[in-house]
């Protein structure tokens, strides 16, 4: 049986008009995720009898359990069966619920996987909207968006700490293994690249165009990702892009892809480049998991992670830098990127490679730590991870230039970063 449902059943008006909205903090009732509670979400293929088609249960408390302000650790978990259903398509499905879910009036959704973040307005709250209500939109707007893949869907909230950490661990197990995925393809055997424009309700003019060595900066959606997601949706915002004449092999600039990025862009971006973040480097959104910028005293780049909420290096903290560069625009000196892709082996290899790498956050070395010593080893310098500075050394270029002497850091032999 197909179920078909056209109403969103949620107490506040809902639709593509109020994505962009903000909820500011004092306006905030409930708060989730953001770096200050854990919280992630996951779409999972589960079996047809596991499912109860519409079911939505909150484990833990709910809105009346909590005062104007306050926090609560979040875990969203969709679960989805069906003939057609397939374990690549839950990246996907899982995708949507950043758009759908600020689609409700007075509601904020900010990233994605286990960086995702949730603000709950107290207009919102004084309409009635509950966290059951996040489940009754996933169900509602999945089936309607993809119900040709799936027959049923349930979800399951969790708001205890406890609970939430303990899925937190099984979330983060399949998003690596979704990552890996991708691993042993290259860009120069690869002939199709695919777009993707989800992002262009807040972002106009980025497009994200991603290879198999430089997955989404969202980190949500890979090379494989994309192209299911053509797949599933031939006139989609995951477009095939045949990346036709080289331009430029170093950078990573192809014809076809900038002839896509003209258009999709409509004429305000002509050309990037994929491996650089010097030279005419991707457009960047909102939602990118790390930010690199270049550090010339240092004669290298830095890149900071979402959750990271401290200063850093190149004068600004991620929100900041988040809130400059991720207009959709091209920024040189600034690029944002996936955590996955740091470990890419076209990571901007057209500014040096991953020895260009001066400072990160201690979080996200310790995140990426064993793919990080594995790279260290295939670029012949395998204590490179030692050798990148993070918050420990200092959080300006003056504080870590003198680490990075001491160790021999490789920036400060390489050529100029600035050309
Ligand atoms: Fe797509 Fe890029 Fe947005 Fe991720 S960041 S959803 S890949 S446009
Ligand atoms: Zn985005």
């Known amino acids: 049986l197909k179920v078909t449902i056209t109403e ?4 506040v ?7 962009g909205e903000r909820v500011r903090k004092d306006d905030v009732y409930l708060e989730c995720g953001g770096g200050k509670t854990p919280c992630f979400e996951l779409v999972r293929i589960a079996e047809m009898d596991d499912v109860e088609d519409g079911k939505v249960e909150v484990m833990g408390p709910d809105i009346k359990d909590v005062q104007p302000g306050d926090r609560l650790p979040l875990g969203v978990v969709v679960e989805v069966a069906g003939r057609k259903m397939q374990e690549d398509y839950e990246p996907i499905l899982e995708r949507q619920i950043h758009h759908l879910v600020n689609y409700a009036q007075g509601v904020m959704h900010i990233g994605q996987r286990d960086i995702a973040w949730y603000r709950i307005g107290k207009s919102a709250v004084e309409k009635g909207f509950t966290l059951e209500h996040i489940g009754k939109i996933l169900h509602a707007k999945l089936h309607q968006d993809f119900g040709a893949i799936f027959d049923k869907c349930q979800v ?16 983060q197990q399949m998003y690596k293994t979704r990552d890996e995925r991708i691993e042993g393809m290259t860009d120069e055997t690869t002939e199709i690249y695919y777009s993707c424009t989800l992002c262009q309700s807040f972002a106009p003019t980025h497009v994200c165009v991603v290879s198999p060595e430089r997955t989404g900066l969202c980190g949500a959606y890979n090379w494989l990702d994309c192209k299911a997601s053509y797949e599933i949706n031939p006139t989609g915002p995951n477009q095939p892009v045949a990346k036709g004449e080289t331009l430029d092999e170093r ?3 192809w014809k076809g892809v900038n ?8 004429g305000a971006v002509s050309s990037y480049n994929f491996y650089s973040v010097v030279y005419d480097p991707m457009t960047t959104c909102g939602c990118c998991e790390c930010i690199a910028a270049v550090l010339p005293m240092c004669n290298g780049v830095m890149t900071v992670n979402r959750e990271y909420m401290g200063m850093t290096p190149c004068g600004m903290k991620f929100t900041t830098l988040a809130g400059t560069i991720g207009g959709g625009n091209v920024t040189p000196g600034f690029v944002g990127h996936s955590k996955y892709n740091i470990t890419q082996r076209k990571f901007i290899v057209g500014d040096g490679g991953l020895k260009r790498l001066v400072w990160m956050p201690k979080m996200l070395k310790e995140e990426i730590r064993e793919r990080l010593i594995k790279r260290g080893e295939e670029i012949g310098i395998p204590n490179l991870i030692d050798m990148i500075a993070t918050e420990e050394q200092g959080v300006t270029e003056d504080e870590i230039l003198p680490f990075l002497q001491e160790v021999g850091h490789p920036a400060l032999e390489m050529e100029s970063i600035l050309g």
């Open 8 to 11: 969103v059943p949620v107490p």
């Open 156 to 171: 399951k909230i969790y708001t205890e700490e406890d609970k939430v950490k303990e899925l937190l661990g099984v979330a």
């Open 13 to 19: 008006s809902y639709g593509p008009a109020f994505e």
């Open 251 to 253: 950078y990573g600039n």
């Open 259 to 266: 002839e896509f990025v003209e258009q999709a862009s409509r």
